[in-house]
T-cell receptor
């Protein structure tokens, strides 16, 4: 089954404790992206990657890191989480050059206290 | 820079009525126009899309129309049902499409009252 998976689905952590949210896709997609979703603000892009070892900042990259060492994986790293990073996070993937449909993971709800 | 604006931000209709959400874009080179639906607690999913060489596309109760001159496209939902209640997004394909990057806006929250 074609899918994007994220782990964990829910996470409660404390300020400053490093964490990683994993994202994996099995569709051989070149493009992968991380979004955060907050009430009234829609989907805002954090980072994206067009292929292995190619990453770029989105609209709200501060406080986040990513890596793309393998085509299927695109982890999101919060080196020192802060309460303003409490949010719902989505990973997505698609083909570069089309078709442009983005497949989203189930989401990770992060709470930083 | 490129951006996309949706109107209205919230929409409430009675079950059985029609709903229309309009999306205005700034990049005249845009050639791909999708609509995503996000039900409460779920992930966004593509429901319909259209290319710039097509003026309208229908899929059962939903349709998308494109006005390239005015740079807007709209989602039409007929005979609305409670399960149509969701947030709808019309992301813009960034650049010429050779990156796959979509720019999402704030979305439109549709509430269908039974």
């Amino acid at each position: 089954e074609a899918q994007v998976t994220q782990n964990p689905r829910y996470l409660i952590t404390v300020t400053g404790k490093k964490l990683t949210v994993t994202c994996s896709q099995n569709m051989n997609h070149e493009y992968m992206s991380w979004y955060r979703q907050d009430p009234g603000l829609g989907l805002r892009q954090i980072y994206y990657s067009m292929n292995v070892e190619v990453t770029d900042k989105g609209d709200v990259p501060e406080g986040y890191k990513v890596s793309r060492k393998e085509k299927r994986n695109f982890p999101l790293i919060l080196e020192s989480p802060s309460p303003n990073q409490t949010s719902l996070y989505f990973c997505a993937s698609s083909r570069v050059g089309g078709p442009y449909e983005q497949y989203f993971g189930p989401g990770t709800r992060l709470t930083v206290t | 820079g490129e951006n996309v604006e949706q109107h209205p931000s919230t929409l409430s209709v009675q079950e059985g009525d029609s709903a229309v959400i309009k999306c205005t874009y700034s990049d005249s080179a845009s050639n791909y126009f999708p609509w995503y639906k996000q039900e409460l607690g779920k992930r966004p999913q593509l429901i319909i899309d259209i290319r710039s060489n097509v003026g309208e596309k229908k899929d059962q109760r939903i349709a998308v129309t494109l006005n390239k001159t005015a740079k807007h496209f709209s989602l039409h939902i007929t005979e609305t049902q409670p399960e149509d209640s969701a947030v709808y997004f019309c992301p813009m394909l960034w650049g010429s499409g050779n990156t796959g990057k979509l720019i999402f806006g704030q979305g439109t929250t549709l509430q269908v009252k039974p």
